[in-house]
C-alpha cells in the first residue's frame, strides 16, 4: 500500500507545481466529559498518507530541494502510549511512512517556513480546527510581507478539492478491493436482517445483529448510524433511534452499511416485517424497484451524472400520477417540484472514503459531470408518505391508505468500461425475495 500512498501524492505533486500542499489531521471527538470516540483519520491527509493519528499535519513540496513530503507527527512518549495507544514517533513516520523527512508537531512553526518560502501557492482546504485555520494564514501572512522585498513565496491559497477530490472520485483497483469487501460484510448483513426480521421483535435487535456481522468480519463498524425503522419511522429518512417494537402489517427499511479500512458501503432495503406486503405497500415498492433499476440502467460511461436523478425521478412521478398520489402533466410536476413532499432527496451521492464522497457532480448547470469507470455512485429513489403527510399545493389530498408507507432501495454501483456493476447485488431486491 506504501507504493500506493507515493503514487497517489506523486499524481498531486505533478499537478500542483511550486505550489505547497499542507493536510492537517483529523482532530479526536469528544464523546462526552473525557471520553473520546475512536479515532477516524481525515479522508484526504489517509488517502495521501495511510498515516491515522492525530495531531499530525503532512506537507508536499515538489519544489523543494530535499524533502518533497513531510510528516510533522506526535513524538513517541511512552507515558503518554501506555494511556493513549501506540504512536508512531518521528524516526518511525520516515521509515513506516516514506517521510523525507519528520519533525515532532511542536516544531511545526519553526520548520513549516522553509517549506512554504520558495512556494507561489500554499494549497489548502481551510477545515473544522480554527486554530489550525490560524497557523496556516498567520504563516501565508508573514510570507506576504516580505513578498516585495523577496519577489517570490505565495501570494494565494487555493483548495485542494479542485484536485485532489477528482483523484479520490476514480478508484485504483486496491480500492475497488476494499469497497467490495465493505460491500459484501454489508450484503451478509442485510441478508441476516431480514431473515432475522418477524413481528414482535425491536428494531434494535436486527441493528445489533447486522453491527456484529460487521465487526465480525474486520470492519471498523458501520459507515454511519444504522438506519433500522419500521412502520412509519420508515418515512424519516434519518430515524436511527430504532426502539421500535415491530408489527405484522409494518415494512422495514434498513438503510445500513460498514467501513472497512475506511471505505464505506451503503445499502438499503425496505421489505414486510409479516413476510406479506400489503397491496398498497407491493404498489409503491415496485414503483421505487422500477425507478431504481431505470436508473442503474443508466449507470454507463458517457452518460451524464444527472440522467440518474432525472430518470428516477420521472418514473416516480410518472408511477405517482397513475396511482392518483399527484395529479397533472409528469413534466410540469417536475419543474413545479410537486413530487417533493413524497420523494425530497436526490437519487444518489457518491461514495468511497466518505459515505457522502468527494467529487463534484456537475460544473455549472449545462455542465453536467460525465460518468467515467472506476467512480462509484449510490442509486437510492424512494417514496415517503408520512403519516398526516400534507400535498404540494394544487395537489390531491394523500388518500389514507398510502399514508406511513416509506420505501427506499439503494445499492453501490461502480462505473465499469461497458456499463455499471452492482457491488451490493448480493442483497435480493424482487417482490418474491422480500416475501416469505
Ligand atoms: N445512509 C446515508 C445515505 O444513504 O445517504
Ligand atoms: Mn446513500
Ligand atoms: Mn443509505
Partial sequence: MQAE??????????????GTAIFRSA???????????????????????????????????????EHQFILFVQPKDITKEVWTGYLTGVEAAKEMYGADEAYP????????????????????????DKSFNETVLTHYQRLLRVYPKR???????????TILHGMRLVKSESELELMRKAADI????????RE???????????????????????????????IVASGGNSCILHYIEN????????????????????????????????????????????LVLSAQKQAIAQVKPGNPYNLIHDTALRVLVEGMVELGILQGEVDKLIEEEKYKPYYMHRTGHWLGLDVHDVGVYQYGDDNPLILQPGQILTVEPGIYILPGAEPAEEQPKVDEKWMGIGIRIEDDVLVTPTGCEVLTAGVPKEVEDMER
Fill in 5 to 18: 500512498y507515493r503514487q497517489r501524492r506523486e499524481a498531486l505533486m505533478s499537478k500542483i507545481g511550486n
Fill in 27 to 65: 482532530p479526536m471527538a469528544v464523546m462526552h466529559n473525557d471520553v473520546e470516540y475512536v479515532y477516524r483519520q481525515d479522508s484526504d491527509f489517509f488517502y495521501l498518507t495511510g498515516f491515522n493519528e492525530p495531531e499530525a499535519v503532512a506537507v508536499l513540496a515538489p519544489h523543494h530541494e
Fill in 105 to 128: 508537531i511542536n516544531e511545526l512553526d519553526e520548520q513549516l517556513p522553509q517549506y512554504l518560502l520558495n512556494a507561489d501557492k500554499i494549497y489548502y482546504r481551510f477545515g473544522r
Fill in 151 to 161: 519577489g517570490i513565496g505565495p501570494t494565494a491559497i487555493q483548495d485542494t478539492c
Fill in 186 to 193: 454489508a450484503v451478509e448483513a442485510h441478508n441476516t436482517a
Fill in 196 to 226: 432475522m426480521t418477524k413481528p414482535g421483535i425491536y428494531e434494535y435487535e436486527v441493528q445489533a445483529e447486522m453491527e456484529g456481522i460487521f465487526r465480525k468480519h474486520g470492519a471498523l463498524g458501520p459507515a454511519y448510524p444504522s
Fill in 243 to 286: 426502539n421500535r417494537q415491530m408489527d405484522d402489517g409494518d415494512l422495514l427499511l434498513i438503510d445500513a452499511g460498514c467501513s472497512y479500512n475506511y471505505y464505506n458501503s451503503d445499502i438499503t432495503r425496505t421489505f414486510p416485517v409479516s413476510g406479506k406486503f400489503t397491496a398498497e405497500q407491493k404498489t409503491l415498492y415496485e
